[in-house]
């Protein structure tokens, strides 16, 4: 399966690569290097310390290499008047009248605590395309689904607190 992602998300994960090979690496190299110095390595904590955060950087470039790779580009335009990518929804729950506001954002930018959606997610993929006063069921599963009525639409766009989520 592909991740669907958009040119920005590419872009972002790409910059970080750049800046974990160019900058992070050297800095956790030098440390490996300044442990290691210490002497004995049984015993020697700051050395394992160094290698697992040298380690855990070289699996996050990989990943990010993976992804990009396997990746499906996706447009992230819709019209204006409609449910689309990077912007924000306001629903009314049909089930306790209680508004929410999501963002759309790709599976690489979500963050559902944030109210970061993706647009794989049940409510993501639903949402997409509509427009203000669309009553839209949302199927959870086979035995479950809740309506939600859509009352405003914000082409909000990515923020600093839109980034490419860590794993």
Request: charged share 35%.
């Amino acid at each position: 399966m592909h991740n669907e992602l958009t040119k920005k998300d590419i872009e972002d994960m790409e910059a970080e690569i750049e800046h974990r090979k160019i900058v992070v690496r050297k800095e956790l190299l030098e440390h490996v290097k300044e442990a290691r110095a210490q002497g004995d390595l049984s015993e020697n904590f700051e050395y394992y310390a160094a290698k697992k955060a040298k380690n855990q950087n070289e699996s996050r470039i990989r990943f990010l290499e993976r992804m990009i790779k396997t990746a499906k580009v996706i447009d992230d335009d819709s019209k204006e008047d409609q449910v689309g990518m990077n912007k924000s929804v306001t629903v009314v729950l049909d089930e306790d009248k209680s508004e929410e506001t999501y963002k759309i954002v790709t599976t690489m930018r979500q963050n559902s605590l944030k109210g970061l959606i993706s647009i794989e997610s049940p409510l993501g993929k639903q949402l997409l395309g509509h427009k203000v006063g669309d009553h839209v069921t949302i199927k959870v599963s086979d035995e479950y689904s809740y309506g939600v009525t859509i009352t405003k639409i914000e082409n909000t766009g990515l923020t600093d607190n839109d980034k490419i989520r860590d794993f």
